[in-house]
C-alpha cells in the first residue's frame, strides 16, 4: 500500500506563487503514476499535472507555462511537488496528490487528503 502526505496550499493573491509538496511512502517502487489532480466547487476532480508511466509528465492545457511538476525520489520515499506561478482566481480549488501503484498488474489508485488552495483578487 501507498501512503500519501501533503503539504503546502493555502491563501495567495491572483498573481502569486505557491507550492505543493505530496510524499510517498511504502509500496513506492511500485508506483508507476504520480501527480495532482484538483476539484473546483460543483466541478469534477481534474488532472493537474503529473509524472506518467514511462518517466513522462501530463499538465492540463489550462496550466502549461505556469505550473511545473518536479519529483524527488529517495529509496524510502517519493515525493512530488508542484511550482504554482502567475496563479488565478480559476486555480482555487483543492488539490489532490494522487499515486497508481501496479500489484502483478493490476492498479490501485491512492488519493492524498487535499489540501486547499485559494486565489484571491
Known amino acids: 500500500q501507498v501512503q500519501l502526505v501533503e503539504s503546502g496550499g493555502g491563501l495567495v493573491q491572483a498573481g502569486g506563487s505557491l507550492r505543493l509538496s505530496c510524499a510517498a511512502s511504502?509500496?513506492?517502487?511500485?508506483?508507476?503514476?504520480m501527480g495532482w489532480y484538483r476539484q473546483a466547487p460543483g466541478k469534477n476532480r481534474e488532472l493537474v499535472a503529473a509524472?506518467?508511466?514511462?518517466?513522462?509528465?501530463?499538465?492540463a492545457d489550462s496550466v502549461k507555462g505556469r505550473f511545473t511538476i518536479s519529483r524527488d525520489n529517495t529509496k524510502t520515499r517519493n515525493t512530488v511537488y508542484l511550482q504554482m506561478n502567475s496563479l488565478k482566481l480559476e486555480d482555487t480549488a483543492v488539490y489532490y496528490c494522487?499515486?497508481?501503484?501496479?500489484?502483478?498488474?493490476?492498479?490501485?489508485?491512492?488519493w492524498g487528503q487535499g489540501t486547499q488552495v485559494t486565489v484571491s483578487s
Open positions: 509524472f506518467i508511466s514511462g518517466g513522462g509528465t501530463n499538465y
Open positions: 494522487h499515486a497508481r501503484e501496479l500489484r502483478v498488474g493490476v492498479p490501485y489508485d491512492y
Open positions: 511504502g509500496s513506492i517502487f511500485s508506483i508507476n503514476a
